[in-house]
């Protein structure tokens, strides 16, 4: 009798057992079939974002490229600018970020016995006259990283918003007694711009020089802005083959003579932006209190030897309110 009891227990908990494992199983395989449907989600899922993250990734690629177009930005190949008996010069990069506004990131290397300095002259963008800001001094047998800048202001007076082409040289002197080791010859780079950009020039304003193939232009007077007490701002076209100096002599302002500051150096072929500058103290010491009428005459001569060009006639300019 109680040998019947126990196997009928026995019966009774291996059927629950085996019905437990059945059950357990079951949700085990439903626990498993949630798993893969819920990873082949997330898979799904993540395989849009992706996607997504792709497609803006490459529109965020083409609004900077395109952005950077509207902006004028452009890159330069490393490239060795200057090769002379030691001393070596490679243009690194152009940079749009400068405190200044864009610069030319250079290396120089002196392999020679004296120190020496090196400094830009005569340097261009874009066929317009802009002045380079560069002096870097390197020990004997030294290297130095160094910046060719040029100023924000001068690119916007000039309406340069693209960097096409580049021209300076390089003058280079020892440091201790000045002595000249090496002036170069022009020096040309150009950039990553489209090769079909034409920069414009504004020669608009009032033309007062148009003789052997030099053109001058008045564009305003400045006399409540300037720094120095009034500006009158020139445009500047040297269509010769010389480079050229212009400056002006026996200035009168409402018959009173002064003596402004100007002096523009113009290579050939070359376009400036320029201004004739009156210092406040002299406006004053004269009791003129706006300028109205202007007369002088320019002398032009050639920056490297010289040799007078020509001296215009007697100029005169009137301003009105």
Request: net charge negative; aromatic share 10%.
């Amino acid at each position: 009798m109680h040998k019947k009891i126990l196997t009928l227990l026995a019966v009774i908990i291996m059927i629950v057992f085996l019905s437990a494992c059945s059950d357990t199983t079951q949700v085990a395989e439903e626990i498993s079939e949630g798993e893969l449907i819920e990873e082949k989600e997330e898979q799904i899922v993540e395989e849009v974002v992706n996607e997504e993250q792709s497609d803006a990734g490459v529109e965020k690629s083409d609004d900077d490229e395109s952005l950077a177009s509207e902006k004028g930005e452009v890159t330069v190949d490393e490239q060795v600018l200057l090769n002379y008996e030691g001393i070596i010069i490679t243009l690194k990069s152009l940079s749009t970020d400068s405190i200044w506004g864009p610069s030319l990131r250079v290396l120089v290397e002196n392999n020679r016995d004296e120190g020496i300095t090196v400094q830009t002259r005569n340097s261009s963008i874009n066929d317009v006259m802009i002045e380079s800001m560069f002096s870097c001094d390197v020990a004997a047998g030294k290297k130095a990283n160094d910046e060719i800048n040029f100023m924000d202001t001068d690119l916007e007076i000039a309406q340069i918003e693209t960097i096409k082409d580049i021209e300076l040289s390089f003058t280079i002197f020892n440091s201790d007694t000045w002595d000249d080791i090496y002036d170069s010859e022009t020096i040309y780079i150009t950039t990553s711009a489209d090769e079909s950009f034409v920069q414009s020039y504004d020669d608009s304003g009032f033309v007062i020089l148009d003789q052997n193939d030099f053109k001058i232009v008045v564009k305003k007077l400045d006399s409540e802005d300037s720094f120095w007490g009034a500006d009158i701002y020139l445009y500047i076209e040297n269509n010769s083959d010389k480079n050229a100096t212009i400056q002006i002599r026996d200035t009168s302002v409402n018959g009173f003579m002064t003596e402004p500051s100007f002096s523009c150096d113009v290579l050939a072929g070359k376009k400036a932006f320029d201004s004739i500058t009156f210092l406040e103290a002299d406006l004053e010491e004269n009791n003129i209190e706006s300028i109205e009428e202007l007369e002088f005459y320019f002398t032009i001569f050639e920056s490297d030897s010289w040799d007078d060009i020509f001296d215009s006639d007697l100029i005169k300019v009137s301003f009105s309110d």
